[in-house]
């Protein structure tokens, strides 16, 4: 996770630091469509791991939600034809999180959506609110990358350091 800072566009300046970001580039989740800001996929064995960080701990959930549809399909196909507005309670906050990407999860499975855009309106207090933007799965247009079936308590961490929330999150696939 020691890349988030760069990732947010909050590393240092100097020429080393820059040569540093770039080379960590390769680190934010890839699938032909470019970057995301403050997400990077990691390696763990035969399931899907992500780490995500934000300058806010709504900004952090923003991130991890991006990287999970980043997962399971181009989120550059997806439109935003409809909006969701999910309730979950957790908790502590890893318990949000689990909750928050389960969340979306099940929304795709039992309701085919696939979303692209997310707004966290408010977090705290074992609470959390947000608006999910999307579409229903069109198999003319969508490619699923990943049957993503689960994000998991194993390795999970979500921690505040030096100003920007961070978190490692393991997907059973």
């Known amino acids: 996770m020691e890349a ?4 947010l566009g909050q ?3 100097s020429s080393e630091a820059r040569r540093s970001s770039v080379s960590k580039k390769r680190n934010f989740v890839m699938g032909g469509e470019g970057p995301i800001r403050g997400v990077r ?5 035969g399931d899907a791991g992500i780490e995500a960080c934000g300058r806010s701990l709504g900004e952090l959930f923003e991130r991890a939600a991006e990287g999970l549809t980043r997962l399971v399909t181009d989120p550059r196909k997806i439109r935003r034809k409809l909006a969701k507005e999910i309730r ?4 502590k906050t890893e318990d949000l999180l689990v909750q928050w990407l389960s969340e979306l999860l099940y929304h795709f499975e039992t309701q085919g959506l696939l979303f692209k855009r997310f707004k966290i309106l408010g977090i705290g207090q074992g609470r959390l609110e947000a608006v999910a933007e999307g579409e229903p799965f069109d198999e003319g247009r969508h490619i699923i990358r990943s049957l993503v079936k689960a994000p998991t308590y194993h390795g999970l961490r979500v921690e505040q350091r030096d100003g920007l929330w961070r978190a490692r999150i393991v ?3």
């Open 4 to 7: 988030c800072r760069s990732q």
């Open 11 to 13: 590393g240092p300046r």
């Open 41 to 45: 996929v990691v390696d763990h064995g």
């Open 88 to 91: 979950i309670e957790g908790e």
């Open 171 to 173: 997907f059973d696939l």
